[in-house]
């Protein structure tokens, strides 16, 4: 009968169903580790029948995270369709399918004694998938045309006596192919050798192109969007506006495994904690669909764990620094716009906030104002702002971690991850700006200083030159009694320039008064534009001074000061 009396009403085996699956992923949204989740999913009672009503992107993510070797027997209990998936997820790289990769879930789900469920999965794939798979472990001999071939390894005999197939494989890639090629001659012996015919003489990129048609096709629908859907997620829009209403639903299917790349303190997960469970099935499939279009966006390989834990913790990073700005820091407010404003304009709030930064950096370099003519747009800034500048300056702007550790390399960047996050760069840049302009006061110009650099070191790059190298040129002239100016001091002077800057104290060297007042110069010229401008100067002084000390007080120090001690000046011979 399809219902049965329960409690006080009645309730149909599909209803039961649906509020045990409700309720295992409930418990599974809760487990803390992939291996509790399986746990959770195997051990449950009814573990056949719900196992195929969840979604075959968390089964395959909860696989991967755990191995395949201790996920057996999830793959075993997996509908067709989700083994499909699997497959999906995973054999390919881009466009071009990983036949290896293929068998090795097919040799993990024909470990299942129950042929009919086994016969159900091969039934679910591409035929083309099938022959890719076959050709990469399989020679077909067709003893018609030779009624002795010489095969090097173990081979079997159609039953029609029609083919000798010579395996390629050996160990449990042997025994893959073996369950699959007796399976498939179990049931259809006359479909199945059509099926070594075509391995035969079947174009391979053509069978490629085709399976990966069929498969481009049910990625859609597992939720991965096209391309050109997905990079409108990243899409610029006026970060400032306010956000529609939600009109519908992805349709999707709710996630137990995405939605727990759950970044630990953010503004998102604090507020999405607080949505109430009527609402929370429409905001994590919102949130799948955000996350897998981040996916193709970013081409992260669904068989790299790391690369997808990677793309989507940066993700929700992005989310949370939307919404954050959308709410303006409230979260009372965060709530309402979860649960009524499309995720997909929280994402680009957060996406655009860091673009803005971007356009910034970029109309910064193009002025050019901020970096040498001929040195490939590398910014003159010192550290840190040459690596916010170089981060933000990524197709995906990136937040320089030597923003907070001035000795963090320029490579390590990570996400934007909230509003504190855009303020410190935008602080950042307003003192570039300001440099700049404190600067061409003082008669710096980027045109004379590649110049003055070329004439120094003919052929060389100029990427490596710094506001700091030009400035302590023009700092030396001026201790020296030469006037305060950008020409490149002579080798011969240099010693001379050390002597004035420094003086000894208690062994160690130190600014001198004459250095100090000489630096003061920069502080003056600032703070005639403006307090903004003068704070600029004093980070700048900073640099200068540590540059100073470090690069010409330590060798003049040591007494090792010569004239081929690599310098923050530029130097000529004559």
């Known amino acids: 009968m399809a219902d049965e009396k329960r409690g006080n009403g009645e309730v149909t085996r599909a209803q039961e169903a649906a509020l045990a699956r409700a309720e295992l992923k409930r418990e599974l949204g809760k487990a803390t580790t992939s291996a509790q989740r399986l746990d959770l999913l195997i051990s449950h009672p009814r573990c056949e029948a719900l196992i195929p009503l969840m979604p075959a992107e968390d089964l395959y ?44 879930w097919l040799r993990a789900a024909g470990t299942d004694e129950e042929e009919q469920r086994f016969r ?70 006359f479909r199945t050798a059509r099926l070594l015919e075509a391995v035969r003489w079947e174009t391979p990129s053509e069978l490629e192109e ?20 997905a990079l409108s997620y990243f899409a610029w829009l006026d970060p400032d506006a306010a956000l529609p209403v939600l009109e519908k639903a992805p349709h999707v299917p709710d996630s137990f495994f995405l939605v727990r790349f759950q970044p630990q303190g953010r503004f998102f997960d604090r507020v999405a904690a607080l949505v109430p469970e009527a609402d929370r099935s429409v905001l994590e499939r919102q949130l799948v669909t955000v996350l897998n279009a981040v996916m193709v966006v970013e081409s992260v390989d669904p068989g790299d764990f790391e690369q997808v834990q990677r793309a989507l913790l940066a993700a929700r990073d992005t989310l949370s ?72 300056r990524r197709k995906r702007p990136q937040y320089a971690e030597a923003l907070d550790d ?84 002579k080798v011969d002077r240099v010693r001379a320039f050390a002597d004035a800057a420094f003086a000894e104290q208690e062994g160690k060297p130190q600014l001198s008064e004459a250095a100090r007042r000489a630096l003061a110069r920069l502080r003056g010229e600032a703070r005639a534009l403006s307090e903004g ?10 640099v200068l001074v540590t540059r100073l000390l470090e690069d010409v007080g330590e060798p003049w120090g040591l007494g090792t000061l010569a004239a081929d001690t690599p310098l923050p000046l530029l130097l000529s011979k004559g």
């Not at 794939?125 to 009624?147: G, M, N, Y």
């Not at 990966?212 to 597992?222: E, K």
């Open 61 to 104: 993510f909860t696989i991967k995270d755990v191995g395949l070797a201790d996920s057996v027997e999830l793959v075993r209990l997996a509908s067709p369709e989700q083994f499909r998936a699997f497959i999906d997820l995973d054999a390919w790289r881009r466009d071009h399918l990983e036949p290896a990769t293929a068998l090795f």
């Open 120 to 189: 159900k999965k091969i039934h679910t794939l591409d035929i083309e998938l099938l022959e890719l798979v076959l050709r990469s472990a399989t020679r077909v001999h067709d003893l018609e045309e030779d009624p002795d071939p010489e095969p090097q390894g173990t081979s079997f005999r159609s039953p029609e006596g029609r083919y000798l197939v010579e395996y390629l494989v050996e160990g449990t890639e042997y025994l893959g192919v073996k369950r699959l090629l007796d399976e498939l001659y179990a049931e259809d012996p």
């Open 210 to 229: 085709t399976a990966f048609r069929w498969r481009s096709g049910r990625m859609q629908d597992l939720g991965f969007p096209e391309l050109s859907e």
């Open 321 to 392: 620094m939307g919404l954050e700005h959308a709410a303006r820091g409230d979260v009372n407010a965060g709530l309402a716009l979860l649960v009524a404003a499309p995720l997909k304009r929280v994402f680009q709030v957060g996406v655009s906030l860091a673009l803005r930064l971007k356009y910034r950096a970029d109309r910064l370099l193009k002025s050019g104002k901020a970096s040498l003519p001929g040195s490939k747009d590398q910014p003159l800034f010192d550290r840190p702002l040459d690596a916010v500048v170089a981060g933000l």
């Open 406 to 489: 001035a000795s963090a390399p320029e490579e390590r960047l990570r996400s934007f991850r909230d509003r504190e996050d855009v303020a410190r760069v935008s602080a950042a840049l307003d003192e570039a700006e300001r440099l700049i302009e404190v600067l061409e006061r003082l008669g710096f110009d980027t045109k004379s200083g590649a110049q003055l650099a070329q004439a120094c070191r003919p052929g060389e790059p100029l990427s490596f030159l710094r506001f700091s190298d030009f400035f302590l040129t023009a700092l030396a002239h001026d201790l020296l009694g030469e006037g305060f100016t950008f020409d490149a001091l």
């Open 533 to 542: 401008h003068a704070r600029a100067a004093t980070s700048f002084e900073n």
